[in-house]
């Protein structure tokens, strides 16, 4: 993987040393695609590499340089070496499933229209054609049940995912996934497990209308025995879905209607990212402003004119919304003293009032100044178009935030 | 007029034919046209004239047939679907069966067979296991009932008279199937084997419970005997029967799932969407309705108005029997055959037992509230399913008083040894409270536990000394 390639040996010119590097490499990609216990490389969020399980990696040995964009955000340097190959969101969603799919025969697909038609953000097109559409499964309208029937193939030993069309339309299904997916392994004691993996579009779109503009993040927070992760980038969309496909708790991965079609540059080596790390996006010194999906870019385009006006923000995509990462968001508090988040849930009980909470908490001591929240305001999201705007928080306000924060 | 009225239908008939399989020989039966379920009305149907002879001439009168299509009473269409008859006869289709759907039986109230074969079938040493284990079942109710009554265990669900639904339905399956539960079926795990003394560790929640105290009593759950674990809310499990029968049937196996669920389950929408996905799928499950009459206090008439719950069955596409559930032989060769159609046909098949609920629907409910007393009386004594299939098992010599006698003294005492040794048995220990969870304890857990810990080694007094932690 270029990046990877990038920190060892701290060499610039990357294509001629790919041999030698190659190496001296401790961990290498032996694994093949195909089931068995494949040696894969986890690339946190900071660079370091670890190798293996999915579950907890160990902390590398090795320092490598940001693997992520760093300040000058340039991802130049992998373009020289092996270039890996672009995509769109949607495509890296697609592609970590079919590997998935092809590594584990117990990995299958069950939600409306992901069959022939490929998913109504077209997520899963082509792979009914190719696994048959027993194992990319179309079914009848009934969210409940579809969850429900994702469930009782999770006990009996699949690994099934689970697509809403629409996060809102899981709203249906919350008996199943509070009172079964999230508690049956632990009132079991432990007998059944549930790997399921509940994905679908979410957020406020393009004037989609209040019911298909629902943060479900919001009311699943509290569900006890499930993850929850929300992925931003096609590199994040597609290591988070491997990574939860391959976890044995249930999932439940945030997407975002708005994102499907962002281009970026992907490592053609299989990676896995980790499910409970947050990921640097632009380290810095003045604020820390947490963020993560959609806002993520508000908060990036912000961050511009604040940096013209003298700023130095870091911002963090928490990516991993159950559990907290704490490690990491600890770590930015206790250096620069200052939180700024921004989110899209609504201003009461949503994802940010949770994290306000944790942070004060535990990191109270290292803040110079209360933890501003930016969300949305409690209202249904309306259809017209100036509206709908105005309860997104946008780049002008984070500015604004920002400036009053740091003083 | 006839004979033309004939050929007319004949020539429309083979219109359609267009659908079916290309190959067919000049006298070929008929029985596949398009789709699947319009194939099997084609086969089922008591009306001859869908069963016709196609001849080679026939590939002329097609271009006949569509050239006068527009004169011709075309008598059915092709609609999303499928092709429907049509009728000039404006009839309603009435809400309600006349008469209603019959229900199998096959030994009579006094315990004679009615369908000698079907009795003969079943062997001495099945009928005895079936007899005992109903015994053992209605014991343990009594026993764990009185128990809650004495404030032994906090709560407790009794099967009383649906004791040969509970044992008989699991003895026509076979130890690979499946069972998704509602809560009273404790008898399908008794007949799996499950001991008397696992059913008082879970019901006490004492450290030997498999599901390490987590659940209320009756909530029981055991994977090695292919029992899911029980969970409260009503219906959940028939998705997830589907879900369990789409892994089965993705793997190839001889195995079907069975799920259990009472009349009141069939209100909730995971009813509906459970028979219509296992409908769809053609998933290997059986739906086991316990029709017993009573969802707590809310008695028939107020929890639908259809004849019962078979009537749904096709409602769904799916085939349907009732059976009388007191009845152990019945239920048996129900189930039995049941399962074969649900395994090598690929299909959900809804068996509606019809049957009492004899006891309150649990400790915390007392049922002569909203019911006559003299109505529980008759049908825990007169119409009692262990009754009538003790007159048959005594008619054939194969039970005595005396071995009745000694049944009951035996499993009434080792019943009582086994809340005696599972009321002194340890409940489970602190750190059981976080774990599973997730796969493994995460560190926010660990950290709550941390300060739990802490709690109780500060204030000792306020937390039960005999618990480990």
Known sequence: ?407 | MGLVRILCRRLCRTSFLRHATSSINSTTEIGVVGHRSLASACRDSPSPIFFFRRFESTEAQFQHVYSDSEDDTQETLDYPGGRIPFTSQMRFISEFPEPRIPCYRVLNEDGYPIVRKIAEQMTKEEALKIYRSMVTLQIMDTVFYEAQRQGRISFYVTSAGEEAINISSAAGLSPDDLVLPQYREAGVLLWRGFTLQEFASQCFGNKYDYGKGRQMPIHYGSNKHNYFTISSPIATQLPQAVGAAYSLKTDGKDACVVTYFGDGATSEGDFHAGLNFAAVMEAPVIFFCRNNGWAISTPLIDQFRSDGVVVKGQAYGVRSIRVDGNDALAIYSAVRAAREMVITEQRPILIEVLTYRVGHHSTSDDSTRYRPADEIEHWGTARNPIARFRKWIDRNGWWTEDDESKHRANVRKELLNAIQVAERAEKPPLSELFTDVYESVPPNLREQEELLRENVKKNPQDYPSNVAL
């Open chain 1, 1 to 407: 993987m270029a990046v990877v390639f990038q920190g060892i040996g701290a060499a610039t010119a990357i294509s001629s040393t790919n041999a030698s590097v190659s190496t001296r490499m401790p961990f290498s990609s032996r694994g093949s695609p195909s089931g068995g216990k494949a040696s894969f490389l986890i690339v946190r969020s900071d660079g370091r590499l670890s190798s293996g399980s999915n579950s907890r990696c160990r902390r590398a040995d090795q320092l490598i340089t940001n693997a992520v964009a760093t300040k000058a955000e340039s991802s130049t340097a992998s373009t020289s070496s092996k270039p890996g190959h672009e995509l769109l969101l949607f495509e890296a969603l697609r592609e970590g499933l079919e590997e998935e799919m092809d590594r584990d025969p117990r990995v299958c697909v069950m939600g409306e229209d992901v069959g022939h038609y490929g998913g109504s953000y077209k997520v899963t097109k082509g792979l009914a054609e190719k696994y048959g559409d027993l194992r990319v499964l179309d079914t009848p309208i009934a969210e409940n049940s579809f969850t429900g029937m994702a469930i009782g193939a999770a006990m009996t030993g699949l690994r099934p995912i689970v697509e809403g069309m629409n996060m809102g339309f899981l709203l249906l299904a919350f008996n199943q996934i509070s009172n079964n997916c999230g508690m049956l392994h632990y009132t079991s004691g432990g007998q059944f497990k549930i790997p399921v993996v509940i994905r679908g579009p979410g957020g406020v779109g393009r004037q989609l209308g209040a019911e298909h503009s629902q943060r479900l993040e919001s009311y699943f927070q509290s569900i006890p025995g499930i993850q929850m992760v929300a992925c931003s980038t096609p590199y994040n969309a597609k290591g988070l879905m491997k990574a939860a496909i391959r976890s044995e708790n249930p999932v439940v991965l945030f997407e975002h209607v708005l994102l499907y079609n962002l281009k970026e540059r992907i490592p053609d080596e299989e990676y896995v990212l980790n499910l409970e790390e947050a990921e640097m996006v632009r380290p810095g010194e003045h604020v820390t402003i947490l963020t993560y999906s959609r806002m993520r870019y508000h908060v990036m385009q912000a961050a511009k004119t604040l940096v013209n006006k003298g700023y130095d923000p870091e911002v963090i995509d928490i990516r991993s919304l159950k559990p907290f990462d704490l490690y990491t968001i600890g770590n930015s508090v206790k250096k620069t003293h200052r939180v700024l988040i921004v989110e899209e849930c609504m201003r009461t009980g949503g994802i940010g009032a949770s994290l306000t909470a944790a942070i004060n908490e535990n990191f109270l001591d290292y803040l110079d100044a209360p933890i501003v929240c930016l969300s949305s305001q409690d209202v249904p999201t309306p259809y017209a178009g100036t509206l709908e705007e105005w309860t997104v928080v946008q780049p002008a306000q984070i500015v604004t935030a920002v400036e009053q924060l740091c003083g």
